[in-house]
């Protein structure tokens, strides 16, 4: 991976102090660096930037004669009483402008009479408009359609509306047809210049302007200050990430300080509580655009994934009834956690699958899976993409025909949509990276497509299962043309150097000028280079009644010269041992946990400094060995002496550094061993000194159980906590049995076929038994998975207690 360090250009003192200006505890030059970075290079710039009561938004009537026609055909529905229906999308974006037309137009217009919503399920239809919803509509008396972040490119479906009678207005932001639709209003920023401060809106920020619009044209019908939309909008802005600039930049500012007021009320006098309960659920207070981007998005997002209708989620966002909301909050909760689970297993299948390219010889990466579910292929392409460097494709071909295509697409390939006989089709995701146009990509190979659509850096695509062949190696061909022989390869990107010291509330506050962060203001990357990282540790988020992986964090504490203070952090993803031993350089994110009410850095990208783990090794081999051997009744003697770092000497009788560790639990694998050298490592660094880190293993000879005595005094311990309702934690079950994590959750699967129930309670288990529950039919197979768990576990100690220190040190260098 390549690492860049943005060049920067040294903004002018009285740059300088203007920033300062905006963070009175601090020196603002790192907020004024970026900000001088990112184009902001006078007062008035600035100031619009930083406050949004110094920024003029546009007019919704900027949109010119489209906003006009839009607005005189809504009076006429209005006047005639002609029923409406929203058109929506199902993501977030969709998802929340829909819901803005619901409250917004729902001031001029009767719900559930004159305005009804439509949103399409993402895994039996399009993105766009189909006939057979206007069918629907057009046998409900709807006669006006007014779609929401869709609808530009649908011809066919927009003139076969108007064959029923139905008009449609079109609001979005996606790409623009050849010609104008036969539409009665289209308002889409794209017919905008690309410097106009409208030219980035979202789909919801548009929808917002229609009902602007309204509002400005009707302002004594409105009951609710147009206001109250705000928190939505930005919702959906900031979930899209579309480039937050203009009145995108304004709109969420806006909408972010309404979403943060309304959270802070009492649940009962919440004028949104489902979106109170999401923030919740998530832990998150609104006050961030992480906690939309982190939070609330992908939630949202993941109704469709998991389940395709999202039309609940209309409801959540906009119902006043909090305890209809809380019931739907939980639905939602429950399909995200779904998605984790079946995003993790496709990104299993994917790494695996990736093992069996030549990455050297790609440009495009294609692959295909028929078990793969199409909800999360655009999650994994797109992770898939920034690891690799590459444009991702990800294409499941579980058994679909041309009637039934639901791919993001409103291009149809026109003698493929023809084709009078069904063809298996393969639907996807794709997505881009390094400014490479992937809409324009896949566009040039719509002859082998059914259908496609989308933006230069995400596309949703169908083609025939035989045409992928051919596609693969068409796509390929044409992007090493493009770019000739520049080299694709992952790259990241830090925007500042600093230290550890300079972490902290003062940074935090001096960089959270720059939000809301999005696309053309990212948020900002800090390189803390010759650092290292102390008391790592990694969760895996489970649920102990045998159900998967949710997902795996490792937090830690990071440390460099700069500072005797320690600062946390948190790497999403990834475990402990893939921290590198030794200095080394890192690029993170500086955040604030609300829930645990602390300043962390989020790990994005780390490597071990030049030569550090080796330079390391190297000084300790030439004063004393890296590993001595404590192990048995040699120890057990030792043991008797006063426990002090220099009266405790090694076989030599050198005393042991102040670095040393001991280490008297016999490992059960390697793993565990090189965990433990790279901790020793990490706390020489630590005290600032290389001169001589040392690793005591001093464990005794195990003392081991049969595993069938294991098993029951699991048991035991089972019902005795069932029986008195108190809670246990891991690590006292851990010691009580003498076995490591991997065979306890062994354990407690074969405990749930006894009828068992083990549930989390913070870091507490409670353990509870339902006779109804006893599959005691089905015990024996799980109960051998354990004992054979067991068995493995203490013939590995058996052998950690007797290898020579020759071969452990022999296997530790040879990692």
């Known amino acids: 991976m390549q690492w860049i360090l943005t060049a920067t250009e040294q903004p002018p003192e009285w740059f300088i102090q203007a920033v300062k200006q905006h963070t009175p505890i601090s020196s603002g030059m790192y907020a004024a660096q970026l900000l001088w970075q990112r184009g902001i290079k006078d007062n008035q710039q600035l100031a619009a930037f930083i406050n949004h009561k110094a920024y003029q938004p546009a007019s919704p009537f900027e949109f010119g004669q489209e906003m006009h026609l839009a607005v005189e055909r809504l009076q006429q529905a209005r006047k005639n009483h002609e029923k409406i229906a929203i058109w929506g999308d199902f993501d977030a974006d969709g998802i929340t402008a829909t819901a803005v037309l619901w409250d917004g137009l729902g001031e001029f217009f009767i719900q559930n009479i004159e305005l009804i919503y439509y949103i399409p399920n993402r895994l039996t239809e399009s993105h766009g408009l189909n006939n057979q919803g206007i069918e629907n509509l057009e046998k409900q008396g709807c006669k006006l359609i007014v779609t929401c972040d869709t609808g530009s490119t649908n011809i066919n479906e927009i003139a076969y509306a108007k064959q029923l009678g139905i008009d449609v207005i079109v609001t979005d932001h996606?790409?623009?047809?050849?010609?104008?639709?036969?539409?009665?209003?289209?308002?889409?920023?794209r017919y905008l210049p690309s410097e106009h401060q409208l030219f980035n809106l979202s789909g919801v920020a548009v929808a917002y302007k229609l009902v602007e619009a309204l509002y400005q044209t009707l302002p004594n019908v409105p009951q609710h200050p147009l206001e109250d939309l705000l928190d939505l909008v930005a919702v959906g802005l900031i979930a899209d990430l579309v480039q937050l600039s203009g009145d995108c930049r304004y709109l969420a500012q806006l909408g972010i300080q309404q979403l943060q007021a309304d959270f802070q009320q009492p649940p009962t006098a919440r004028r949104r509580p489902g979106v109170g309960r999401l923030l919740e659920l998530c832990q998150k207070s609104g006050d961030r655009p992480t906690d939309i981007s982190f939070g609330l998005g992908p939630r949202i997002n993941a109704v469709s994934r998991i389940q395709g209708d999202?039309?609940?989620?209309?409801?959540?966002?906009?119902?006043?009834?909090?305890?209809?909301?809380?019931?739907?909050?939980e639905v939602t909760e429950l399909a995200n956690a779904r998605r984790k689970s079946l995003q993790k297993d496709v990104q299993a299948q994917v790494a695996q699958?990736?093992?069996?390219?030549?990455?050297?010889?790609?440009?495009?990466?294609?692959?295909?899976?028929?078990?793969?579910?199409?909800?999360?292929?655009?999650?994994?392409?797109?992770?898939?993409?920034?690891?690799?460097?590459?444009?991702?494709?990800?294409?499941?071909?579980?058994?679909?025909?041309?009637?039934?295509?639901?791919?993001?697409?409103?291009?149809?390939?026109?003698?493929?949509?023809?084709?009078?006989?069904?063809?298996?089709?393969?639907?996807?995701?794709?997505?881009s990276v390094n400014s490479v146009d992937l809409y324009q990509l896949v566009k040039e190979q719509a002859h082998l497509l059914h259908r496609f659509g989308g933006h230069p850096f995400a596309a949703g695509l169908s083609l025939p299962v035989e045409n992928i062949p051919l596609f693969t190696a068409a796509i390929n061909?044409?992007?090493?043309?493009?770019?000739?022989?520049?080299?694709?390869?992952?790259?990241?990107?830090?925007?500042?150097?600093?230290?550890?010291?300079?972490?902290?509330?003062?940074?935090?506050?001096?960089?959270?000028?720059?939000?809301?962060?999005?696309?053309?203001n990212p948020v900002p990357k800090l390189l803390i280079q010759n650092c290292w990282f102390e008391n790592s540790w990694h969760r895996n988020q489970q649920d102990w009644q045998g159900k998967k992986v949710q997902y795996i964090k490792t937090e830690f504490d990071i440390r460099d010269d700069s500072s005797r203070i320690a600062f946390p952090g948190i790497w999403w993803g990834h475990y402990k041992d893939e921290l590198p031993i030794g200095r080394c350089d890192c690029i993170?994110?500086?955040?604030?946990?609300?829930?645990?009410?602390r300043y962390e850095i989020r790990l994005i990208a780390v490597r071990p400094a030049a030569n550090s783990c080796t330079d390391a090794i190297n000084r300790v081999s030439q004063h004393s060995p890296l590993i001595v051997d404590w192990r048995n009744e040699e120890y057990s003697e030792?043991?008797?002496?006063?426990a002090t770092a220099n009266s405790i000497h090694n076989g030599l009788n050198a005393p042991l550094p102040l670095t040393a560790l001991i280490l008297e639990e016999c490992?059960?694998?390697w793993e565990d061993l090189r965990a433990w050298l790279k901790r020793c490592l990490a706390t020489s660094l630590s005290a600032s000194t290389l001169d001589n880190p040392q690793l005591?293993?001093?464990?005794?000879?195990?003392?081991?159980?049969?595993?069938?005595?294991?098993?029951?005094?699991?048991?035991?311990?089972?019902?005795y906590l069932s029986r008195t309702n108190q809670l246990v934690t891991r690590v006292e079950l851990l010691e009580k049995l003498g076995i490591s994590d991997q065979s306890l959750l062994l354990g407690i699967k074969a405990l749930k076929y006894l009828g068992f129930t083990v549930k989390r309670q913070d870091r507490d288990l409670q353990i509870s038994w339902d006779a109804n529950n006893n599959l005691e039919n089905y015990a024996d197979a799980a109960i051998s998975k354990f004992l054979a768990a067991i068995q493995e576990e203490q013939f590995q100690r058996q052998y950690f207690a007797e290898v020579p220190l020759s071969t452990i040190v022999s296997m530790i260098n040879s990692q």
């Not at 030792?638 to 006063?642: G, I, V």
């Open 174 to 189: 996606h790409t623009l047809p050849a010609e104008r639709p036969p539409v009665a209003a289209i308002i889409n920023p």
């Open 310 to 329: 999202a039309s609940f989620c209309v409801e959540l966002l906009t119902s006043r009834d909090a305890k209809r909301c809380n019931e739907l909050a």
């Open 353 to 431: 699958k990736l093992t069996q390219l030549d990455l050297s010889t790609t440009s495009v990466i294609v692959l295909e899976d028929a078990q793969w579910p199409a909800g999360v292929l655009g999650l994994v392409a797109g992770q898939v993409a920034q690891e690799t460097g590459r444009p991702t494709i990800l294409l499941s071909t579980e058994g679909l025909e041309t009637g039934e295509d639901s791919s993001k697409s409103s291009i149809p390939n026109t003698s493929a949509a023809l084709s009078t006989s069904p063809q298996s089709l393969a639907r996807g995701s794709a997505r």
């Open 477 to 520: 061909q044409q992007l090493r043309q493009t770019l000739g022989s520049t080299n694709l390869m992952p790259t990241v990107q830090a925007d500042l150097a600093v230290t550890v010291a300079d972490l902290g509330k003062e940074l935090f506050l001096e960089l959270k000028l720059l939000e809301p962060c999005g696309m053309g």
């Open 588 to 597: 993170a994110e500086l955040d604030y946990n609300t829930f645990k009410k």
């Open 638 to 642: 030792r043991a008797k002496r006063p």
């Open 667 to 669: 490992p059960a694998n």
């Open 696 to 719: 005591a293993i001093a464990w005794s000879k195990p003392k081991l159980q049969p595993p069938k005595q294991i098993w029951v005094t699991l048991v035991g311990i089972a019902k």
